[in-house]
Structures are given as C-alpha cells and as structure tokens.
C-alpha cells in the first residue's frame, strides 16, 4: 500500500542486512541439520558419506524416547492448563471492570520477564518443600506458570477485535451469559485459542533451564540434549536438534497461520459496506 | 384510561458523580412511535440502554405493562434493541442471525423456521438467507437486525441510532420501511436519535433531552412550533431568538423590550410584565426586505451571509445589538431580493409568529 514511499537507504543496503539476519539466525540451525545426515563421527565440512544412521540410533535410544514421552507429555498437559487459563484471563480483562485490573493484569503478564535461573530456582525450592520436586507434574505446573501469558496475550488480541456489542446482542436476544459466552465469544476467539494451544505447546517443548531444575531424574527432550552434551560431543545431538526445531518451527508456523488468517477475514468485515 | 406499555418512573443514572439520567418520567402507549432525541451525552442512550437492562438504574423504576422489570437480567427481559453498529453476528448466516433468539427462548424448530421465513419474506431479505452477513450492503444489513429482534414479537422494539450507518439516501429509504413497518405491526418503537429528521418525520412524540433530563415532550409539531427553552430552539435549529422584558404599552400592544427594540406578540399569554423572556421567530417566518415599512416587528440587519440548501436559502443577519436572526426565502425570492453580503436589509415578521419561550400557557398547549 505504501510502495510508493521512498526509503532513506536504497534497496540493497535493506536487503543485504536482512539477509545477513537470517544467515547468523539460521546458519547453526542449517549446519545442524546438514551434519545430522552426515556419516562422519565428528561434524567437519568434508562430508564423506550421506547417511540417516544417526536418525536410527536416536529412534533406538530408550533414553531419548522416554525424553521424548516426557516432553510431548509435559507439552501437552501445558498447552491444555495454560491456553484455558490464559483464554479465561483475557476474557475477564476484555468483559469486566474490576478494581486493580491493570495491577492484575501486569502481575498475570509478569512471569515471563523473570530471568529464568530466578524463576527456575524459586520453583524448586517451592516444588521441594511440598514435595512435588522431581516430578513430571511439577514440571508441567512450571510451565504452566511461563506459558500462560503468552496464551493470555493471543487471546486478548483476538478478543480486542470483538465489539463488545456482540456479547450484549446474544443476551439481549435472550442468551444467557454462558450461552452467549459459548455461541458468540468462543466461536470469534477459536483461531487465537488455537495459535495459543500451539505456541504455549512450543514453549514447553523448547523450555530446558526449569525443566532441569525441577525435574529431577525425569528428563525432557532439551534436558537430555545438554546432558548428551557434557559427556562428549555426539552426532545424535544434530539429530534431535534438527528434529526439535522443525517440531517448533512447524508449531509457530501453523499458530502464525491461524491468527493470519482470522485477522484476515476480520478486516474483510470491516470493509464490507 | 388505559395503561401506559411502558414507563419509567423518576428514574436515574449515575456513574461516580456523574449524573447521566435525572429524574426522567416518561410513558410510552402502546402502538407508540417515540423517538428520544438529543446531542451527544445527553443521557438518550443510557436511557434507552436502561429499557433493556443493560445499564441499571441508580434510582427508580422501569415498568413493562405494570409490571416493574428493573431487576429482571437481560436475557430475560423481551426488549429487544436494534443496535447502532446492529451487531449482527459475524460466522452466522442471515438465517441464522434471524433464527438465534427463537433458539434461545427454545421454540421448535418447525415454528422457528416458519417464523424466521415469514420475517426474511417480510423484509425482503429471503433471498440472501443462506449468505454470511459479512457479505451483506449496509440496507440489507439493516433489514437482518430489524428481523433478528422482530421475529421475536415484542411488545416494545428499542432502536439505537439504528440508521446512522447508512448513507444519506438508504437513510431516507430506510426511514419510509421503518414507519410503515410500525404502522402495520401496532408494535412500539423507541427511537434514539440525534437526528431532527429522523424524529421529526417518524415519531408520534419526540423527547428532547439535555443534560440528563427531559427539555420537552411532544408531538413533531408541537416542538417545532412551540419550543419550550432556549435549548430545544436552538437544538431544533432554524429559530431566532430576542431576550428581553415582558411589557404593556400604553396604547395595549403588548411585547418583549428587547435590545432590538419592542418586538409585538399576539398571545401575552399569562406571563406578567415585568418579567424576563425569550422570543423565538421560526426562519420561514421571518421576511427579509431591503426596504423598511413592511411589518409590525421591524428589525434592520445586516446581511451576513447566505446558506444555500436547495429550494430554500438560509439568510444569516445580524441586528446592530448583535443578535443573530436566521431567515429562510424561496430561491425565486432571494433573486429578487437581490442583496449582498454586508448590505443593509430588514427583517419582519408578524407579531402571532412569535412564541414566548418558557411562559407557563405554553404547558397547557404541549
């Protein structure tokens, strides 16, 4: 729409910085994923032989499958708690007036802006002293605890673009406030819950540091990849790198999707006469 | 005497210290076309808003046939409103739009669907039952939020600015569907409007509010021709206005002594001398001369500038007191006219074509 403005810099100055962005982002990532197909024991760039053998090893390690069990369980568990809980915090900020409400609000909005040795630290002194340390299910209320504003902020997004009138209408026309909750409000905030389903799943998938505090014995995928680590340096490590991002990245991407879309078909509203 | 559909008793509204609505009594009769008509943030809408619980008064009643509702929770209350944006639900087809308060008051579907058919037919809006809302014109929007709330047959259907969405001309169209969609159901209408027009042309009776409280209640023409304060002229537009003292003449003329000089009136009504009025001369009253001699209340202004509004063109003059006086000529008068701005002219105008502004007799009249 605004392509007829002139930038201060020319074109290629642009281009040339944001394709360096994306070579220091993704050149790891990339490198990861070249050397987990390669057959050499140590990752140097003359590449012998291609190979999936390291795919087979990790697929047959117990260790990593449990860690992987443990994961897509922690994962799970968190993106159902956080999404509810974060769906049910926007909507009481998008639907009441209540005394403190910004105070209540920066308070739900805080966890993640806690340096996470802080958060990870106090968790297991608390999940310790009631003696829940050790366990998958402290690992998944941790997570719960990070993800839930990011749930949160999805959800306010989507409902901010819901004149308030919609609600009110449903029960003006005799909806009761649960009916109008689920037949209006639900409905319009389906694709923000969904993108929050996704993206809280991804921050627990990806999480490493409280997952290795609190978990004890009990090893998640990215727990395992650094303990694999400090023992020596193991091909299978670009394996599960390569893995985890493309678990992540198709996470992000479909959740990306979701709110584009919905944003979408809510400006066509608008535009329509 | 037959009951009132629906009355509001003394009824208030504040927020913090803000009083919103003060002491408004009103009854609306069954059949009735009311439109509730006032500048922004006169309360109007709260009003209204209050009519279907979706504010709660601070202080007093709202009775539907008799019956107080005040404590009843919306969804219980059968007063449907048509919103201003009509907040028509979006992921739902016309159909289902139209359909939704039946299936919340759980009536079978086969009278539900015979219903929302009869009501699509009604408003013309059959053919486009299946299409999503979003992909409606603003008309046809309309006609779903008028069937949504009429498929439920109220007794009362509330209207907020349902028009001022739509452009100019599907206004104007719109407003001939309104009242004879009213006409024919006998349903009461409750009209919230900022627009003369609008109210003027639809209701039976207009309420004027201001600041929170009821300035004047009654039929278009009355407020039109008998406007009770110097809100409601102003408001309604196109009057001039004298102040001045109530006095007798020796030789029994009886008028207003005013900064521009004593302006006659027919009707003393009751008022005494001796005490401060306004004078309010409608534009179309007023006749603009360039010579003097032409009528008993003569005022020479300058004129200042010329409004052109179709058939008619609004003349603004001013008095040497400075007062403002707004007349409306025919386009073939102003030709002969034939004045410039900053010309000396005159307006007069008969002593019966002036209403004296808040004097009692005027009451008994509204």
């Known amino acids: 729409m605004n392509s007829h403005l002139k930038h201060a810099l020319p074109a290629w100055v642009w281009f040339t910085g944001l394709m360096l962005v994306f070579v220091i982002l993704y050149a790891p990532i990339l490198s990861a994923l070249v050397f987990s197909f390669s057959a050499d024991r140590f990752p140097s760039l003359d590449i012998t032989r291609f190979s999936t053998k390291w795919y087979a090893q990790v697929f047959a390690d117990a260790r990593a499958l449990e860690a992987l069990k443990n994961s897509l369980t922690i994962a799970l568990s968190t993106a159902l708690v956080a999404t509810t809980l974060g769906f049910a915090a926007a909507y009481a900020d998008f639907r009441f007036r209540f005394f403190g409400q910004r105070m209540v609000l920066a308070l739900a909005l805080l966890p993640p802006t806690v340096p996470i040795v802080v958060l990870s630290l106090a968790m297991l002194a608390f999940f310790s002293r009631i003696g829940l340390s050790g366990t998958v299910g402290s690992i998944i209320l941790a997570h ?37 909750l689920r037949l209006i409000v639900l409905p319009h905030a389906a694709p923000a819950i969904g993108a929050a389903a996704l993206i809280t799943f991804a921050v627990s998938l990806d999480e490493y540091a409280i997952a290795w505090f609190v978990g004890g014995l009990e090893q998640t995928v990215p727990v395992t990849v650094l303990n694999t680590l400090q023992g020596q340096v193991d091909p299978t490590i670009h394996v599960i790198g390569t893995l985890a991002f493309a678990a992540t990245l198709s996470l992000v991407f479909a959740a ?6 919905s944003t979408k078909s809510h400006k066509n509203k608008e535009v329509s006469p | 005497m037959t009951q009132p559909l629906l009355e509001l008793h003394n009824l208030n509204k504040s927020y913090g210290t803000f ?4 002491d408004i009594d009103l009854s609306v009769d069954a059949g009735e076309f009311l439109a509730i008509m006032g500048p922004s943030g ?37 007063t449907p409103l048509v919103w201003q944006n009509l907040a028509l639900f979006p992921y739902m087809t016309v159909r289902e739009n139209v359909e939704f308060g039946l299936r919340m008051k759980k009536v079978p579907a086969p009278e539900r669907q015979r219903r929302c058919a009869e009501w699509l037919e009604r408003l013309g809006i059959a053919g486009f039952a299946d299409r999503n809302v979003a992909k409606l014109s603003g008309g046809q929007r309309q006609r779903v939020a008028l069937a949504r709330s009429l498929v439920l047959q109220p007794k009362v259907l509330l209207l907020d600015e349902p028009l001022s969405a739509l452009d100019a001309h599907m206004s104007i169209r719109m407003q001939g569907e309104l009242k004879r969609l009213q006409r024919e159901l006998g349903i009461t209408f409750v009209y919230v409007t900022h627009s003369h027009s609008e109210a003027f042309s639809l209701a039976d009776r207009v309420v004027i509010m201001n600041a929170g409280r009821i300035e004047q209640l009654g039929t278009p023409q009355d407020i039109f021709l008998r406007p009770r304060s110097r809100f409601v002229a102003q408001f309604v537009g196109g009057i001039s206005l004298f102040s001045g003292v109530l006095k007798s003449t020796k030789e029994g003329k009886i008028g207003i002594d005013s900064a521009d000089g004593l302006l006659q009136i027919a ?12 004078l309010a ?19 020479p202004c300058t004129l ?21 006086i707004v007349a409306q000529l025919q386009q073939r008068d102003l030709e ?13 105008w008969h002593p019966e074509d002036g209403v004296l502004l808040g004097a009692p007799a005027l009451k008994a009249v509204a």
């Open chain 1, 144 to 180: 719960v605890v990070v993800a839930t504003p990011f749930a949160m902020a999805i959800c306010r997004l989507r409902l901010e673009q819901m004149p308030q009138e919609y609600e009110t209408a449903a029960q003006n026309l005799g909806a009761t406030p649960g009916q109008a």
């Open chain 1, 256 to 261: 990306q999707l979701l709110m584009l879309r």
């Open chain 2, 19 to 22: 009083e919103a609505v003060k």
């Open chain 2, 42 to 78: 006169c309360g109007k809408t709260t009003t209204l808003r209050m009519m279907a619980g979706l504010e709660d008064p601070t202080r007093g009643d709202i009775r539907l046939e008799g019956q107080q509702i005040n404590d009843l929770p919306v969804w219980q209350r059968e």
């Open chain 2, 267 to 278: 009707d003393p009504a009751s008022a005494q001398s001796g005490t401060r009025c306004d």
């Open chain 2, 281 to 299: 001369v409608r534009a179309d009253r007023i006749n603009v001369t360039t010579q003097p001699g032409w009528g008993t209340n003569e005022v």
């Open chain 2, 304 to 324: 200042m500038s010329e409004e052109f509004a179709g058939a008619v063109v609004n003349l603004h003059l001013e008095t040497a007191a400075g007062t403002g």
């Open chain 2, 336 to 348: 002969r006219l034939s004045a410039r701005a900053g010309q000396q002219v005159y307006a007069s």
